[in-house]
């Protein structure tokens, strides 16, 4: 394999991980952002969600399933503290969800119903764009 292969590789190796955390902050942000009204009482949507992330546009990686948890209508992620999430669930289950990571920010919003949801999203690292759907589906 010549020199110029190999970097060809480690330049598209360094691209992917750049994707997959975009991918992974905008699933924290549709996980995590909720309006001040709805952050202080028990929300219909609290629980455990399981959410795909669909890429349609861009070159991230096609789909990604990550649990994510719901508590007083604010969205978290219980993975890698280093992901920088606001957003949430309002009372009548709009999503609306921005997350950071390094470079990379996502944004995301959509609707759930009581056991399920979907949405749309876009991110962005400091060398790609993707954006795509969601679907999520409850777990408790």
Not at 25 to 50: E, K, Y
Not at 91 to 114: E, H, I, T
């Amino acid at each position: 394999m010549s020199a110029f292969s190999l970097m060809k590789n480690r330049e598209l190796s360094m691209l992917a991980t750049s994707l997959q955390r975009t991918v992974l902050s905008t699933l924290v942000l549709l996980a995590a952002s909720a309006p001040g009204w709805a952050r202080s009482a028990q929300s219909s949507f609290d629980g455990r969600w399981s959410v795909v992330i669909i890429t349609d546009a861009g070159t991230c990686d096609r789909s990604y399933r990550y649990g994510l948890v719901v508590s007083h209508g604010r969205i978290s992620y219980e993975g890698d503290s280093s992901i920088a999430i606001s957003g949430g669930v309002d009372p009548r289950g709009r999503v609306s969800v921005s997350l950071r990571y390094g470079q990379s920010a996502a944004q995301g919003n959509g609707r759930l119903s009581r056991s399920n949801g979907a949405g749309r999203w876009q991110g962005a690292s400091s060398n790609s764009r993707c954006s795509g759907r969601w679907v999520a589906e409850r777990r408790d």
